[in-house]
C-alpha cells in the first residue's frame, strides 16, 4: 500500500507542473494583443523624433542664414565676397560651412556659420530644398542667386496633418 501511494503523489505532481495547451493559447493570444497595441505607439513615438529633429535642423540652417544677413548688415562680411543681386544671402550652404573672410581682416580670419550641414532626417541626405529671395514664397525650384530659406524634400506627411516641404 505504501507503493501506491507514492505513486499517485509522483502523479499527482507531474500534472500540476506543466501548462496546458488552452493555457499557452491564451497566454499568446494575450501577448498578440498587447504587442499589437504597443507598435503603433512605438511608431509615433519615432516619428515624433523624427519631426523634432527635422524642426531642430531647420532652425539650425535658418538660423545660420540670418546670422550671415546680418553679417553683411553690419559690415562684418565684405560685399566684395557677395554675387551682385544676392540681397546680401549667402549663395549655397556650403558657404555657411566654409565661411567668408571676415571684412577689414588681414589676418585672414573667416567668419563660419555652421559646422556642417545638417541632415534632413526625413530623407537622411543633407540635400535640402533651397529658396532664393527673389523665388515664390511657395516656389520648389531654386533661382541660384542665393539661398534665402530651406525646405525638406520629403514628401511625408506630418502627425498633425501638414507636409514636411511647407514647414
Known amino acids: 500500500m505504501g507503493q501506491k501511494l507514492r505513486l499517485l503523489r509522483t502523479d499527482n505532481w507531474q500534472l500540476t507542473t506543466g501548462y496546458t495547451f488552452v493555457e499557452l493559447l491564451i497566454v499568446?493570444?494575450?501577448?498578440?494583443?498587447?504587442?499589437?497595441?504597443?507598435?503603433?505607439?512605438?511608431?509615433?513615438?519615432?516619428?515624433?523624433?523624427?519631426?523634432?529633429?527635422?524642426?531642430?535642423?531647420?532652425?539650425?540652417?535658418?538660423t545660420a542664414i540670418d546670422k550671415f544677413k546680418d553679417g553683411v548688415d553690419q559690415g562684418l562680411i565684405a560685399t566684395t565676397q557677395l554675387q551682385p543681386g544676392s540681397e546680401g544671402?549667402?549663395?549655397?550652404?556650403?558657404?555657411?560651412?566654409?565661411?567668408?573672410?571676415?571684412?577689414?581682416?588681414?589676418?585672414?580670419?573667416?567668419?563660419?556659420?555652421?559646422?556642417?550641414?545638417?541632415?534632413?532626417?526625413?530623407?537622411?541626405?543633407?540635400?535640402w530644398g533651397l529658396r532664393a529671395y527673389q523665388d515664390e514664397p511657395d516656389s520648389t525650384s531654386w533661382g541660384g542667386k542665393n539661398v534665402f530659406d530651406v525646405y525638406s524634400k520629403s514628401s511625408g506627411v506630418a502627425l498633425d496633418g501638414t507636409k514636411y516641404r511647407d514647414w
Do not use: C, W
Open 28 to 62: 499568446t493570444t494575450i501577448l498578440v494583443i498587447l504587442a499589437s497595441a504597443v507598435m503603433p505607439l512605438a511608431r509615433v513615438t519615432s516619428q515624433r523624433q523624427h519631426e523634432a529633429e527635422l524642426r531642430r535642423s531647420l532652425r539650425e540652417v535658418r
Open 89 to 127: 544671402y549667402p549663395p549655397d550652404l556650403d558657404t555657411l560651412v566654409e565661411g567668408v573672410p571676415a571684412a577689414n581682416d588681414a589676418s585672414g580670419r573667416k567668419l563660419k556659420f555652421l559646422r556642417r550641414v545638417p541632415p534632413d532626417p526625413m530623407t537622411n541626405d543633407t540635400d
